[in-house]
């Protein structure tokens, strides 16, 4: 399993076209084969993804897929800064349902 935390930083100017183009990438995104979890956060003039995949070999493809290449064309020139994305590992902790993604 893959975590992946994005966040997506637009120009202030561009907040409501990055939205539409997230909101407009996600379920093509929710289609992709080991798509477990892509959910859209917003706060403090960024946007942030939380991604689960099955497998880096899915994250792998969903990094060369469609939604993501239209995607990063419909953001070009509308970002204040390039996306931060994280690949993470969990460090279960607590109880299994609410320790881990």
Request: aromatic share 2%; charged share 20%; hydrophobic share 45%.
């Amino acid at each position: 399993m893959s975590v992946v935390v994005a966040t997506i930083t637009p120009k202030p100017e561009a907040v409501d076209a990055v939205r539409e183009a997230i909101l407009a990438a996600v379920p093509q995104v929710h289609a992709e084969p080991g798509c477990e979890l892509y959910a859209l956060h917003e706060g403090d003039g960024v946007f942030v993804m939380v991604e689960r995949w099955e497998s880096p070999e899915a994250l792998r493809a969903h990094g060369k897929a469609e939604a993501l290449t239209t995607l990063g064309g419909a953001l070009a020139g509308k970002l204040a800064a390039p996306p931060d994305v994280r690949r993470l590992t969990a460090v279960p902790a607590g109880e299994p349902g609410k320790g881990a993604l």
